[in-house]
């Protein structure tokens, strides 16, 4: 689901040399696989609210959807240059009870769900609340530069929207995603939490495990001094970027965020 196949994709009928010289360009290569989604089937798509954690591809029960709630429709699609899918921006409302209004939604955060039986039904879930999705800021589509720019920051003060950072640290490397869903509470609990310029942005507190036995959440600490007055918010684990140690044990958790904007989060009430 990280990249989609372009609804504007152009069928060309080449042949010999033309062909050949396409080809080699990046034209044709790319051909329609079993689970992938097109954008123009996305757009207009509903997602739903499930307060139980669902896993991509899941199979559900014939009419599973009545017991979740519509929270919107996705309006569009985010891009980078690169072709990753950065977000989608989800119609919201009529879940709140206020006017429609355009939030950004992480990919990761999105799970494909499928309805048992020859429907072969489709539903987009995540598992999210109220309080989050009142508190997420509206999406903004003025991309002038310095607004743009302004306007990224003000999302990250949504658990829905951060993305992993990718920061490099001399002696340290990556954990892979597989290895990270390995890790313990053992192994982070208690770990501080940095941003993307190496300040200390928190406290890891606990993991949440999901019902397949992976970390699925994290509760970070944020604010207070010597442990009194701090505020525990919620982020998924796909948002930190783990490094550790060359030649040790360290580890160093990441995160594209800064305290200030984790306390803004909602405080975590598990």
Do not use: C
Not at 7 to 35: M, P, R, W
């Amino acid at each position: 689901m990280k990249r989609f196949l372009s609804t504007t994709a152009v069928l060309l009928t080449l042949s010999g040399a033309a062909y050949a010289d396409a080809h080699s360009s990046g034209f044709g290569d790319v051909t329609a696989e079993t689970g992938d989604m097109f954008a123009s089937n996305l757009i207009g798509m509903r997602i739903y609210n499930s307060e139980n954690q669902m896993e991509n591809d899941a199979m559900v029960a014939d009419g599973a959807e009545q017991e979740w709630d519509d929270i919107g429709e996705i309006n569009d699609i985010l891009i980078s240059t690169d072709g990753d899918v950065r977000a989608v921006i989800l119609g919201v409302g009529g879940f709140l009870g206020i006017g429609e209004h355009d939030v950004s939604v992480s990919m990761d955060t999105i799970k494909v769900v499928r309805e048992e039986g020859d429907s072969n039904d489709t539903f987009l879930v995540v598992t999210t609340s109220k309080e989050v999705l009142e508190n997420a800021p509206k999406f903004e589509r003025n991309m002038d530069a310095e607004q743009t720019e302004a306007s990224d920051m003000d999302h990250n003060n949504s658990m829905l929207v951060l993305v992993r950072p990718q920061v490099k640290r001399e002696g340290y490397a990556e954990v892979e995603t597989a290895k990270m869903q390995e890790m313990t509470a053992e192994d982070i609990q208690g770990s501080y939490v940095y941003g993307a310029k190496d300040e200390t942005v928190g406290e890891i507190d606990r993991l949440i495990m999901a019902d397949n036995g992976k970390v699925d959440r994290v509760v970070i600490n944020v604010g207070g001094f010597l442990g009194l007055g701090e505020k525990p918010v919620e982020v998924t684990f796909d948002e930190l970027q783990v490094l550790k140690s060359i030649d040790g044990d360290d580890f160093r958790i990441y995160i594209d965020s800064t305290e200030e904007k984790l306390e803004a989060l909602p405080e975590y009430q598990g």
